[in-house]
């Protein structure tokens, strides 16, 4: 059984913290699906993916292309994880289940901690999976780092 990570972003913006999780999940050797809710956005981070790392490259494309089962990290907005993901980053409030949590090595909840509407929803979101027995743990970059506030 996986766990949720919820990550509240207070000092840098999605396209700055995503890139860094996604890095690590890769050395990890897994597989990732980052889910959204608008496609605009998704091409929007697709475009501020192939920006970093300024030494690197992040290896990643859109839902919906030929070559989506060899993709090591795909955005997509839908719930099909067709690169076979062992690791689901959810942005933007999209929605993860009870059942992909338990059945990925992990979950990554990134929101924006300066909109209210994005903290109530992760809100809903861990009450709901920890209701359901998912292990989780909230981390927040509030003091300039980041640090494990909650863990259930």
């Known amino acids: 059984m996986g766990a949720a990570y919820f990550y509240h972003l207070t000092q840098r913006p999605l396209e700055v913290v995503l890139p860094q999780l996604l890095e690590r999940a890769l050395a990890q050797g897994w597989r ?3 889910r959204g809710r608008e496609a605009g ?5 697709d475009e501020k993916l192939w920006l970093v790392p300024e030494d690197g490259f992040l290896p990643h494309a859109l ?3 030929p070559q989506d089962s ?6 997509t907005t839908g719930t099909e994880l067709r690169n ?3 690791c689901l980053m959810s942005v933007d409030g999209a929605e993860v289940s009870a059942a992909e949590v338990q059945a990925m090595q992990r ?3 990134l929101f924006d901690g300066n909109d ?3 903290v109530q929803t992760a809100r809903v979101q861990w ?3 920890t209701d359901a027995g998912c292990p989780a743990q909230y981390w927040s970059e509030e003091s300039g780092r980041w640090e494990k506030k909650a863990e259930k």
Do not use: E
Not at 70 to 75: G, N, R, S, W
């Open 107 to 109: 979950v990554c909840v």
């Open 63 to 65: 839902d919906g292309g």
């Open 127 to 129: 009450k709901a999976l």
């Open 32 to 34: 990732v699906a980052v």
């Open 84 to 86: 076979d993901a062992v």
């Open 70 to 75: 060899a993709q090591p990290v795909l955005l």
């Open 116 to 118: 209210p509407g994005a």
């Open 41 to 45: 956005h998704m091409t929007w981070l």
